[in-house]
C-alpha cells in the first residue's frame, strides 16, 4: 500500500516562506516521477512542480524562481521550498507519484497540506 503524507503546512504572511515535505512509503521512490498540486477554494487543481526520475524540474509558470521543488531517495522523500509567498498561493497543496510498470499506470496522492498566505 503506498501512502504520501504531506507536512509542512500553515499560516504565513505575504513575502514569507514555507517548506512542504512529503513522505512516501510502500514504494521505491527513486523510479517515481513526483509532483506538488495545489487547489484553492472552487478551482481546479492544478501542478505547481514535478521532479522526475532523473531529477529534472518543471514549474508552473507563476511560481517559477520562487519555489524548488527537490527530493531525496534516500529518506523518501520530495520537498517543496516556497519563497516570496503571495495570497494567490493559498491553496491546498498534494503530493503526487506516478509511475508505469509495463502497461499498468499508477498513480497516488496525498491527503493535502493547507497552506494560506495572509496579513
Known amino acids: 500500500q503506498v501512502q504520501l503524507v504531506e507536512s509542512g503546512g500553515g499560516l504565513v504572511q505575504p513575502g514569507g516562506s514555507l517548506r512542504l515535505s512529503c513522505a512516501a512509503s510502500g514504494s521505491n521512490l527513486a523510479n517515481h516521477t513526483m509532483a506538488w498540486y495545489r487547489q484553492a477554494p472552487g478551482k481546479e487543481r492544478d501542478m505547481v512542480a514535478i521532479i522526475g526520475s532523473s531529477g529534472s524540474t518543471t514549474y508552473a509558470d507563476d511560481v517559477k524562481g520562487r519555489f524548488t521543488i527537490s527530493r531525496d531517495n534516500a529518506k523518501q522523500t520530495v520537498s517543496l521550498q516556497m519563497n516570496s509567498l503571495k495570497p494567490g498561493d493559498t491553496a491546498v497543496y498534494y503530493c503526487n507519484a506516478i509511475w508505469t510498470?509495463?502497461?499498468?499506470?499508477?498513480?497516488?496522492w496525498?491527503?493535502?497540506?493547507?497552506?494560506?498566505i495572509a496579513s
Open 101 to 108: 510498470i509495463g502497461s499498468a499506470k499508477y498513480n497516488y
Open 110 to 116: 496525498g491527503q493535502g497540506a493547507q497552506v494560506t
